[in-house]
């Protein structure tokens, strides 16, 4: 399995970014999805992630209200809508794959495949 995610750049604060992720094998439906963020010299930290059918889905505080997991299984894809960014929200942000859950989790560990990361960097 191969994820690759896009969509990152340099924003202002207050902007809008949308980052998607595409998933390269088939029955992308019977995976979780998860996205995730990563700050220089910090953990890797859960933001969302959304069980298969897009039924559940579960958010970090931090960003609750400001951004907005979905995906298209038809195409394999899974997005994040990033709105009301602050500078707080610079990191490499990750997309992730969850062969095995039926429910959504939220530690890196329990992810089977990972992205390359995109980097979003926010300027005040």
């Known amino acids: 399995v191969q994820l690759q995610a896009f969509g990152g750049g340099l924003v202002q604060a207050g902007a809008s970014l949308r980052l998607s992720c595409t998933f390269s094998e088939r029955f992308f439906s019977n995976y979780v999805m998860g996205w995730f963020r990563q700050a220089p010299g910090n953990e890797r930290n859960f933001i969302a992630a959304m069980v298969g059918n897009g039924a559940t889905t579960r958010y970090a505080d931090s960003v609750k209200g400001r951004f907005t997991i979905s995906r298209d299984n038809g195409k394999k894809t899974v997005y994040l809508d990033l709105n009301s960014l602050e500078p707080e929200d610079t990191a490499v942000y990750y997309c992730?794959?969850?062969?095995?859950?039926?429910?959504?989790?939220?530690?890196?560990?329990?992810?089977?495949?990972w992205g390359q990361g995109t980097q979003v960097t926010v300027s005040s």
């Open positions: 992730a794959a969850d062969a095995t859950a039926l429910r959504v989790r939220d530690q890196p560990h329990e992810y089977d495949y």
